[in-house]
């Protein structure tokens, strides 16, 4: 019987031959992900305590993106002391204010395939595209990575999810999300969710990681695509050159699955998610009509260079309506720098999108774009569970940027391909 | 580390981080933070949960963001114990790993609120006190026994940290 990719990966960073789901082993971290959030803040006082420095500095690369920019005395403390202890450690990898982490880490090319990686915050299996195994953890966890370099791991059953056909125009790769969260369930601990099929080999990286991103709603340990020559490109995109060896990092054709599933693309129309999970979702003509105060185009899975050029695509010669505010943070300042060259932010300025500093912003009601009571959010973020963007009383609908664009422009939720036929 | 004994306090399935540990209160304090604790979904638990209460919960209890303060909100209100049909995978890691015994109970929709629990999280054995029902339950897992025990991570790495230096 063959293995999956992520037990070849996990038996590579535990020193076996071999590894069996349910099977407990310590692995070896080839690279840590911090962020300002449960980064140093949370880490450097235990470090403190235990008397202990980290254990490679060159292992770990360290982003602000949920505090940035300063808005007040708090998230300036939070940057500072995320600041000073890069230099107190020598951290060579820092990306200060450069966007979100999983995004820039990706734009960096440190993600390769047949990669152990660890991040800092649930949404880290977003470098599973890239197929290496990259799982997110507490800040608590981390200490003890940055401490000693290991991490322990149950090894966990490998679910595949095969998509064939093409999307209709107005389609992306958020719909499979929000469809597979309601198919598949929020509850997929000790699983790894793997996408493949030749709708996944014609998507671009920018899409790929939102299948991979968004393993974190359907609860998984995380998501693994294994590498193609799309995979390799992107890499060299990045300045990098990937290993020989990269195209090895495949399952086997007899891995014993837990599952397979097969979807189709074909027939596969625009999905949102209500409040307040994003497994409360259906076809977007399902919720077609509910108003809506603020669309957000945002966060590390739903403004990425793609992301923005889907919504441009949708708002050329059109305007967001009156009594509806269109909010848009770019993922990362490379994504707006991009968004700026090719003419698409034009566009979102001219619709009359609002403009926001790139970071986590408002998607975690953090940042600028927090929601007040009974206020009604269609947004192309990852989560819409109750209090996530502000107010209790708020309400979130999740869509792929496509729908978030149609119902910016029509103040109601709207069938993007309406709009784009 | 022996038998827990307090009052339960009974949730649904899927309840999330952002739930346990809003947003809003990110940069606040522990004691700040832990205050909105489950506020969204029942306002009054955060200001009437009892120092040994044990939480009890559906499945996939802690689903979502890997925020430690979620376990940490019920550690500062000295949550004893946390019961659940599943877990979400960082939440459960994250309160093992700040010593609360976090147990999988597929029995909770058999719970009461305000029920008194015991619970022994090496033997693993759940009693109802108030409707005198035993449950037997899987007990820690080996791996993580020292380290709960020991009260954490913390406490495990300095153990960890004095061995290799010796």
Known sequence: ?421 | MSALTGQAWVFGADVNTDVMAPGLYFKAPIAEMARHCMEAIDPGFAANVQPGDIVVAGKNFGVGSAREQAPMAFKHLGVGAIIAGSFGRIFYRNALNFGIPTLIFPEAAQISRGDRLQVDPIAGVVENLSAEQRYTIAALPEHLMAMVTSGGLMPYLKQRLAQDTN
């Not at chain 1, 968004?214 to 695509?225: S, V």
């Not at chain 1, 409040?275 to 076809?283: C, F, I, L, R, T």
């Open chain 1, 1 to 421: 019987m063959g293995f999956s990719l992520q037990q070849k990966i996990l038996a590579r960073a535990a020193g076996q031959d071999s590894v069996t789901p349910g099977e407990i082993v310590t692995c070896k971290v080839d690279l840590a992900m911090l962020l300002d959030s449960g980064g140093p803040r949370r880490i450097w006082p235990r470090l403190k305590e235990l008397g202990v420095g980290v254990w490679d500095p060159d292992k770990i690369v360290i982003m602000t993106d949920h505090f940035t920019p300063a808005v007040d005395a708090e998230s300036a403390a939070i940057l500072k002391l995320t600041r000073e202890f890069v230099a107190e450690f020598k951290i060579r990898n820092f990306f200060d204010m450069q966007g979100i982490g999983h995004v820039v880490l990706a734009e960096q090319g440190f993600v390769q395939p047949g990669m152990f990686l660890c991040g800092g915050d649930s949404h880290s299996c977003n470098g599973g595209a890239y197929g290496c195994y990259m799982a997110g953890f507490g800040a608590i966890e981390m200490t003890g990575v940055v401490v000693t370099g290991e991490i322990w791991i149950q090894v966990p059953e490998t679910i595949r999810v095969n998509w064939s056909g093409q999307f209709a125009h107005g389609v992306a790769a958020k719909d499979i999300m929000l469809l597979l969260c309601r198919e598949l369930g929020i509850d997929n601990a000790f699983r790894v969710i793997e996408y493949g099929g030749d709708t996944i080999a014609a998507m671009p990286m920018n899409e790929r990681v939102v299948l991979t991103n968004m393993a974190a709603e359907l609860g998984a340990e995380t998501g693994i695509i294994e590498p193609d020559d799309t995979t390799l490109a992107a890499i060299r995109t990045a300045g990098r050159e990937p290993e020989p060896d990269a195209l090895q990092w495949r399952s086997d054709p007899d891995t014993n699955y837990l599952a397979v599933h097969a979807f189709d693309a074909d027939s596969l129309e625009p999905q949102v998610a209500a409040p307040h999970s994003p497994d409360n979702s259906g076809a977007v003509a399902d919720f077609a009509g509910v108003n809506v105060d603020q669309a957000y185009i945002g966060a590390c899975v739903g403004a990425k260079l793609t992301d923005l050029q889907m919504v441009a695509e949708v708002l050329q010669g059109r305007t967001v309506a009156a009594g509806t505010r269109l909010l848009v943070a770019p993922a990362s300042q490379k994504v707006l720098r991009d968004a700026t060259a090719d003419g698409t932010l034009e566009i979102l300025t001219e619709a009359g999108a609002y403009l926001l500093p790139t970071g986590c912003g408002a998607c975690a009601a953090l940042g600028a774009g927090i929601l007040a009571e009974d206020e009604v959010c269609i947004s192309s973020t990852n989560r819409n569970f109750k209090g996530r963007m502000g107010a209790n009383s708020a309400e979130v609908y999740l869509g792929s940027p496509y729908t978030v664009a149609a119902s910016a422009v029509a103040g109601r939720i709207t069938d993007p391909r309406e709009l784009l036929a």
